[in-house]
Nanobody, 122 residues
Framework: QVQLVESGGGMVQAGGSLRLSCAASKRAFRDYAMGWFRRAPGKGREFVAATSWSGGRIFYADSVKGRFTISRDNAKTSVDLQMNSLKPEDTAVYYC???????????????WGQGTQVTVSS
């Protein structure tokens, strides 16, 4: 298991932007694919975006494609989620997670951060 800590959440008006960051333990960060998930009020945890260990392969959920960008810096042991053109339906707790293989399925992820709240107002 790798230790993960999210930051950068907050409150923003619709159309605004936020950047979330996830810091990972240096020990094994380079060995993992990294993903972002979110849990909206009254809903389950859903996939947002993921990147392979090299950053060469990236997946996005249809709901965020064209608005969100995932990136990673293995030297810094961090992965970011740039969120633009935010909508009220993006309001959720956002989690970063680590998996052994790039995937959109939450069951493939074995390590999770504590989550950071994102609130988008209209």
């Amino acid at each position: 298991q790798v230790q993960l800590v999210e930051s950068g959440g907050g409150m923003v008006q619709a159309g605004g932007s936020l950047r979330l960051s996830c810091a990972a333990s240096k020990r094994a960060f380079r060995d993992y694919a990294m993903g972002w998930f979110r849990r909206a009020p009254g809903k389950g945890r859903e996939f947002v975006a993921a990147t392979s260990w090299s950053g060469g392969r990236i997946f996005y959920a249809d709901s965020v494609k064209g608005r969100f960008t995932i990136s990673r810096d293995n030297a810094k042991t961090s992965v970011d989620l740039q969120m633009n053109s935010l909508k009220p339906e993006d309001t959720a707790v956002y989690y970063c997670a680590a998996a052994d293989v790039l995937s959109m399925a939450r069951d493939q992820y074995h390590s999770w951060g504590q989550g950071t709240q994102v609130t988008v107002s209209s």
